[in-house]
């Protein structure tokens, strides 16, 4: 008799070894036959009940919907879905249904929109009831495999949440299913550890979406939802490295004047931590596939040659801009920057101030700006925020969430301010803390992701105390320092007027230890005494040629900034600059500076430059080996804004879509090794 497959630490087992023992010791004979019987009956009773479980039949293929909390009508539609009327009835009593209709209407709309390209999961708010955790297989024609969960109040914030989440990431990561484009899921404005749950996983935001969860209270709440692109299998195959097949133009080093053209390579990135590791030729060995292994593609399945009119860059760094701003870009273009009817009193800190308290707003104007540059192409974006130290926090939440690298300042202002958007300066330096510490909490500031920024507005509408404060702060914790020095005619003028013999702003800015590792927007009249102190102090000047034309009555000479030693990049500062578009951007410094600054000057100022103005040269800015991949996927092709002709060389097109381009023009865009867009 095999003993073994009984299980042996089962205490009945172990008894009847012990008797067995007694047995085999005793005389030969029909009183030992029959005892031998006996046990030998008993252990086949044990064999069965001791056998292991029979395997589950195997698992469907898989798709998603999950949810919390789960409603009576929840319960209905999973089990129909599931066709298991019994299901229906044993779980039904426990859920006694607060959510109707308006849950059931969503349950049906996004369920029957899910399959079968679309796999959803809705990860919601822990209010709730009942099971902590359940699974539901249904058959592999529907397509469908379902992963709920529910958490009981008792369960609450034992991250049952996040285990499901990783868990059904896992399974559909195993194996994706072909056909499908993406995982969605959403979470509950406002429930950060949820938000950071996905950001975790990969997921990026969408956007928010109104009214969608009625909560057992019958509060209705809105969501935001997350998405996590599956592109051509590649990305989310897990583990090692992906690869990348693409005509790559970037602003090497040892190109000089030069972009390089690197047409038809083949690039590995390491997946973990969106580091380059290898770029050669396509035909060289390595790049037909040389060193063995199935590789993953970011980008289509790499076996074929990219079209000549797609092309590779780095992501546009765009090193000013104002988040809150964006709500009314595009208009306030004729007023001067300065004055009690300038754009900073009727524009400026009106909209700004709009933010403070309005969650739903800041969520909205954020989700919008962060959307919005990075369907441009800004991969990094150096960002003020308003007064507001929630609002900035969602801001940094929401460059997190849509995968931007996010540089981030809470402004701030006490002085020469209006009353409803003005702070006193221990409110500026307390929330300017509260900032930096909450950045550095999350897992996005280990990984280079986001970053908090030190950010007195401008000299006018900052007190020396503040200033000095500020300066002690971004000495303790080592942060950047971002503001506007020497911006514009009138803006100088006023700050001769309340700093009378204090020399330049660069002067009161060193004077108060602010002159250090950061960048100043604009410094259009900044002398050559100023630039040499501020580039030895690492700080850097954020070119902002658009803005330049509507308020500084001047403009900057680049060419002068770095022969001083200064770092310069490029800015949008939207809204004195109204477009969001790096591209713009470029344009405008071409045009600025006449015949100085030719359009691949221009493009490496948007890259390269601003990798060095913010201190990332060396991570950020070109294709070098051991730099992340930050990346914008340009294509010609049937491109909206432009045409292309036969017989155009690479350099022209690429020209083209950097001239003429637009949004239209963009595929794809990746940060530190991920598809974000
Ligand atoms: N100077 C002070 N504040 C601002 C601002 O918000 N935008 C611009 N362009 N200049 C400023
Ligand atoms: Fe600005």
């Known amino acids: ?55 589950p039949p195997p698992c469907p293929r898989p798709v998603i919907i999950g949810l919390e909390p789960l409603s009576g ?12 009327p019994a299901l229906e009835a044993q779980l039904r009593p426990s859920f006694p249904s607060p959510y109707q209709p308006a849950d059931a209407e969503w349950f049906v709309k996004y369920s029957s929109e899910a399959a079968p390209s679309v796999f959803r999961a809705i990860v919601l708010d822990s209010c709730c009831v009942g099971v902590v955790s359940l699974e539901l297989r249904v058959p592999a024609e529907s397509n469908t495999f379902t992963l709920g969960y529910w958490v009981t109040p008792k369960h609450h914030g034992k991250g049952i949440g996040g285990q499901a989440v990783t868990k059904f990431m896992k399974e559909v990561l195993a194996s994706p ?37 009625l909560r057992r209270d019958g509060e209705v709440r809105d969501c935001l939802l997350f998405s996590y692109p599956l592109v051509g299998g590649g990305e989310v195959a897990g583990g090692g490295s992906v690869w990348l097949r693409a005509n790559f133009v970037h602003a090497a080093d040892h190109a000089g004047d030069e972009l390089e053209f690197l047409m038809d390579h083949v690039m590995e990135v390491e997946e973990e931590t969106g580091k380059i590791l290898r770029v050669e030729a396509a035909d060289s060995e390595w790049g037909r596939g040389g060193g063995g292994g199935k590789r993953s593609w970011l980008v289509g399945s790499g076996d074929r040659k990219p079209s000549s009119l797609q092309f590779v860059t780095p992501g546009f760094v765009d090193t000013h801009i104002h988040a809150p701003q964006y709500s009314y870009t595009g208009s306030a273009t004729d007023k001067p920057l300065m004055g009690p009817d300038g754009w900073l009193e009727s524009y400026t800190f009106p909209a700004e101030s709009k933010l403070t308290g309005d969650r739903e707003r800041a969520l909205d104007v954020y989700g919008k700006v962060v959307g919005r540059t990075l369907k441009n192409g800004t991969t990094s974006a150096l960002y003020f925020g308003t007064i507001d130290v929630a609002a900035t926090k969602i801001l940094a939440d929401v460059c997190v969430a849509k995968g931007q690298r996010g540089f981030v300042g809470k402004v701030c202002m006490d002085r020469n301010s209006p009353q409803n958007y003005s702070e ?35 000299i006018p509408t900052c007190s020396p105390e503040l200033m000095r404060g500020l300066g002690d702060i971004a000495e303790k914790y080592d942060c950047l320092v971002q503001s506007h020095l020497s911006e514009s005619v009138d803006e100088v003028a006023f700050v001769q007027q309340i700093h009378e013999g204090e020399g330049s702003d660069a002067d009161i800015f060193e004077k108060h230890g602010l002159l250090r590792r950061g960048v100043a927007a604009h410094s259009v009249f900044c002398s050559d005494a100023d630039l040499k102190k501020m580039g030895s102090a690492n700080m850097a000047v954020a070119h902002c040629p658009l803005s330049n034309f509507y308020f500084a009555g001047g403009s900057l000479d680049v060419e002068k900034c770095e022969s001083c030693g200064v770092d310069v990049g490029l800015g949008t500062d939207v809204a004195g600059g109204y477009s969001y578009s790096m ?10 500076a006449r015949n100085k600054l030719n359009w691949k000057a221009a493009f490496r100022l948007a890259t390269q430059g601003g990798a060095n103005a913010l201190g990332m040269g060396e991570t950020l800015g070109s294709f070098a080996v051991g730099k992340e991949l930050d990346a914008v996927l340009w294509n010609a092709e049937g491109a909206a804004c432009l045409d292309v002709w036969e017989g155009e060389g690479a350099e022209d097109v690429f020209q083209k879509i950097m001239t003429l381009g637009d949004d239209r023009a963009i595929g794809r865009v990746f940060v530190r090794g991920r598809r974000v867009l």
Request: charged share 20%.
């Open 583 to 592: 591209l713009n951007s470029m344009r405008m410094g071409v045009v600025n």
């Open 73 to 84: 009508n929840h319960v209905k539609s999973l089990a129909e879905s599931a066709n298991d």
């Open 1 to 55: 008799m095999d003993l073994s497959a009984l299980g042996a630490l089962d205490p009945r087992l172990m008894g009847l070894m012990a008797q067995l023992s007694t047995i085999n010791a005793a005389p030969e004979g029909e009183a030992r036959d029959a005892a031998w019987e006996c046990i030998s009956s008993q252990l086949e009773v044990l064999k069965t009940e001791l056998a292991p479980p029979p395997p």
């Open 424 to 458: 006193t300066c221990e409110e500026g330096l307390a929330g300017t803390v509260e900032l930096i510490e909450y950045v550095r909490g999350l897992d996005a500031f280990r990984k280079g992701l986001l970053h908090p920024v030190v950010t007195p507005r401008f």
């Open 177 to 213: 299913p072909p056909g499908l484009s993406r995982i969605e899921a959403t979470a509950v404005e406002g429930n950060v550890a949820s938000q950071r749950i996905l950001a975790r996983a990969g997921f990026v935001m969408d956007g928010l979406m109104k009214d969608f969860l």
